[in-house]
């Protein structure tokens, strides 16, 4: 009897087949879905396997208090750890309006600067008008 060589043996073929199928958790780690209160995940699922990753984003007037994006890792939990959305006081949100402060009242960093860039142009505006009505008064 020869020996059975690994590429092309269907009886290695099918022992592979069942270890996959009798033991996945050998392969990859399962992640439970996060649990994220005052925010969305990127991809909603109930279980990620290693090395998933998911952009958290934190609901308008909260903000994050930890990392934006975590992976499941191979010990089957959450790296880094899984971050909270916290509620920002009121007088920082009320702050905004006002144009300062404005970083500490929103969710993450893409929303803070097109906020900045739409204030920006706000004040832009409102030198325009003032040069309108001196030129309207002149």
Do not use: H
């Amino acid at each position: 009897m020869k020996p059975v060589s690994g590429r092309k043996s269907p009886v290695l073929y099918l022992l592979g087949i069942l270890t996959v199928l009798l033991c996945p958790d050998s392969l990859q780690a399962v992640c439970q879905k996060p649990e994220i209160s005052n925010g969305k995940l990127s991809v909603e699922k109930d279980q990620y396997v290693t090395p998933e990753n998911v952009t958290i984003t934190c609901d308008p007037g909260y903000r994050m208090v930890g990392s934006q994006n975590i992976f499941c890792s191979e010990n089957k939990s959450w790296s880094p750890d899984v971050p909270k959305c916290e509620k920002v006081p009121a007088e920082l949100c009320e702050a905004v309006l006002k144009g300062q402060k404005l970083l500490k009242c929103l969710p993450n960093a893409l929303e803070e600067k097109v906020a900045l860039e739409l204030y920006k142009l706000s004040l832009e505006i409102e030198k325009l008008e003032q040069e309108k009505r001196k030129e309207e008064i002149a």
